[in-house]
């Protein structure tokens, strides 16, 4: 079946520092690829989305490029924030039937100021 | 922005009884509504899928007659645990799709806390 795999957390960065969080997908067909984020006590919001190859999402600063290729849709900021400190969950859909999302395990982000 | 709300945002009970979440899509009609659970430090595992006025589609591996759903209205779906145990304590999470949208954007309420004593 689909998965979502995503690199280990936590991660801990200072401020303004370059953020990449790897993200490497399995599916058939061709699934959209999304970047959800979770603040301490909150729900989850899409950050940023992806729907077909190449295609770059993009939102608040962050960046994630669909590459087909590699199978991979890295989340990458080029300055981070102490704001920016959050769970952040990689997942896919299959556009067909009910969109269903897989979600990859979720990466912790603490950013110190 | 659409926007999804639980009820209650936590909730502990003894052990054999039943509790019901609630999730409401407060602004916009949603055509599916999906019900996750979460593990603490692990992901969101779909648990089932509701369409307004039909019955759910639960994943494999979640027992149905535990895990009660209902999505009567367009805005309204609840999760009803039955006879609970300690090992159904979890964080249950609603998102509800919205039917206007051309992609079919899911939205997310914050969860739903549950201790079973």
């Known amino acids: 079946g689909d998965s979502v795999t995503q690199m280990e957390g936590p991660v801990t960065l200072s401020e303004e520092a370059f953020l990449t969080i790897n993200c490497t997908y399995t599916?058939?067909?061709?699934?959209?690829l999304f970047w959800y984020v979770q603040y301490p006590g909150e729900g989850l919001q899409l950050l940023l989305k992806a729907t077909k190859a190449d295609d770059k999402g993009s939102n608040k600063g962050f960046e994630a490029t669909y590459r087909k290729e590699t199978t991979s849709f890295h989340l990458e900021k080029g300055s981070v924030q102490v704001s920016d400190s959050a769970v952040y969950f990689c997942?896919?859909?299959?556009?067909?039937?009910?969109?269903?999302?897989?979600f990859g395990q979720g990466t912790r982000l603490t950013i110190n100021p | 922005g659409a926007v999804v709300s639980q009820h209650p945002s936590w909730v502990i009970c003894k052990s054999g009884t039943s509790v019901k979440i609630e999730c409401r899509s407060l602004d916009f009609q949603a055509t599916t509504m999906f019900w996750y659970r979460q593990f603490p430090k692990q992901s969101l595992m779909l648990m089932a899928t509701?369409?307004?006025?039909?019955?759910?589609?639960?994943e494999q591996g979640v027992e149905k007659d535990k895990f009660l759903i209902n999505h009567a209205s367009l805005t309204l779906s609840t999760l009803t645990v039955t006879s609970a145990h300690p090992e159904d304590s979890s964080f249950y999470i609603c998102?509800?799709?919205?039917?206007?949208?051309?992609?079919?954007?899911?939205?997310f309420g914050p969860g739903t806390r549950l201790t079973v004593l």
């Open positions: 599916a058939t067909g061709y699934p959209s």
């Open positions: 998102s509800a799709d919205e039917r206007a949208s051309s992609y079919n954007e899911q939205f």
């Open positions: 509701s369409n307004e006025g039909s019955k759910a589609t639960y």
């Open positions: 997942a896919l859909s299959d556009r067909q039937g009910a969109q269903k999302l897989v």
